[in-house]
């Protein structure tokens, strides 16, 4: 059963950063794509970032902030987010597509003002 479990969020003020971790039960190298996705209250959930076959991809609200990434030796995505706004306060989740689409179980981030 592939597990991936998230880790990184908290509390933090406009302007600051955090950094999410994704880690995998498998190799990383086996999912086609991986990545993050982000739901607000009462909002749907929307996608953050993708990476997969070398490529990067980021929802434009986020583009020149955030930077997604894998670390293949420790079977880790990451989502680096800098110069974070309130509206970026989300439950954040990894997912991985591999035969299916796994998820993880999210982490809260609070962007305070």
């Known amino acids: 059963q592939v597990q991936l479990v998230e880790s990184g969020g908290g509390l933090v003020q406009a302007g600051g950063s955090l950094r999410l971790s994704c880690a995998a039960s498998?190799?990383?190298?086996?999912?086609?794509?991986m990545g993050w996705y982000r739901q607000a209250p009462g909002k749907q959930r929307e996608l953050v970032a993708v990476?997969?076959?070398?490529?990067?991809n980021y929802a434009d609200s986020v583009k020149g902030r955030f930077t997604v990434s894998g670390d293949n030796a420790k079977r880790t995505v990451y989502l680096q987010m800098n110069s974070l706004k309130p509206e970026d306060t989300a439950v954040y989740y990894c997912?991985?597509?591999?035969?299916?689409?796994?998820w993880g179980q999210g982490t809260q981030v609070t962007v305070s003002s």
């Open positions: 997912y991985g597509d591999y035969r299916f689409r796994y």
């Open positions: 498998e190799s990383i190298d086996r999912f086609m794509t």
């Open positions: 990476i997969g076959a070398g490529t990067t």
